[in-house]
């Protein structure tokens, strides 16, 4: 890596109750990277995941986010940061089942205190860019899987993050949706300049990042650069 990294994880440990998740992890996604996170089920993937992303504390270790130390930050403060520089992707999109796919993807402005009309046009605009133009109105709950995943895609980037964390995004989905998907995270992603950290066991979804690390046992064992 050629410049200063957005986002470190050095030295991170994670323990819940006796069993250990991370065990000394070390990780640096450059700004516009998308970083594929791999390795067998169990090896602490979703822990690095949320450690990095400040929605869980590491029990020793840093996470730095240019130059400020998340792990160390207060609550709120944190909270204002995920708020408004990350944006996350979930196996399951999580979007709320009874609001419309085009309320779904203006919530984070909605909650950032924008106004409708600025959100929903903001909204509006995603809609083409994911192929959800004929499903804006439907409601979230009623949607195929890969049309949830790529407005939770949109509901991530909506406000501008700097890092999208997507955990096993393409995990509940077929072949042909999930590659859709990653295709569509890969490239809203990079035309908003945003980084993406993509935690997941499929090497075909890990073939769409910049650069791939496995995990296994709580450490990074296996930093390659992608083919
Ligand atoms: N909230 C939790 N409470 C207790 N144990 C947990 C918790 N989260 C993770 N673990 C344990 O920590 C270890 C690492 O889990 P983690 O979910 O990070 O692995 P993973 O690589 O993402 O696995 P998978 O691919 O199956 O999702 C596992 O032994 C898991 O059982």
Not at 150 to 160: G, N, P, Q
């Amino acid at each position: 890596m050629n410049e200063t990294p957005l986002l470190i994880g050095r030295g991170l440990h994670k323990s819940f109750g006796s069993t250990p998740a991370l065990r000394g992890a070390d990780v640096a996604v450059a700004a516009g990277e998308v970083l594929a996170v791999m390795g067998p089920s169990g090896a602490g993937k979703s822990t690095l995941l949320h450690c990095l992303a400040g929605l869980i504390r590491p029990d020793a270790g840093d996470v730095v986010f240019e130059g400020r130390l998340v792990n160390r930050m207060p609550d709120r403060e944190r909270s204002r940061l995920r708020r408004s520089v990350f944006g996350y992707v979930f196996q399951f999109g999580q979007l709320v089942p009874e609001l419309r796919v085009l309320e779904n993807i203006a919530l984070p402005l909605l909650l950032a205190g924008k106004g409708r009309r600025t959100a929903f046009e903001a909204a509006g605009q995603w809609l083409p860019r994911l192929g959800l133009v004929d499903v804006g109105d439907r409601l979230a709950g009623e949607v195929s899987g890969g049309q949830g995943q790529r407005a939770a895609i949109a509901r991530a980037l909506i406000a501008k993050p700097r890092v999208v964390f997507a955990d096993e995004p393409t995990g509940s989905l077929d072949t042909v949706a999930g590659d859709e998907v990653m295709e569509l995270l890969v490239t809203a992603a990079k035309t908003e300049g945003a980084g993406v950290v993509v935690v997941t066991h499929e090497s075909r979804v890990a073939a769409y990042a910049d650069r791939q690390i496995t995990v296994r046992d709580g450490r990074i064992v296996q930093p390659a650069r992608a083919a």
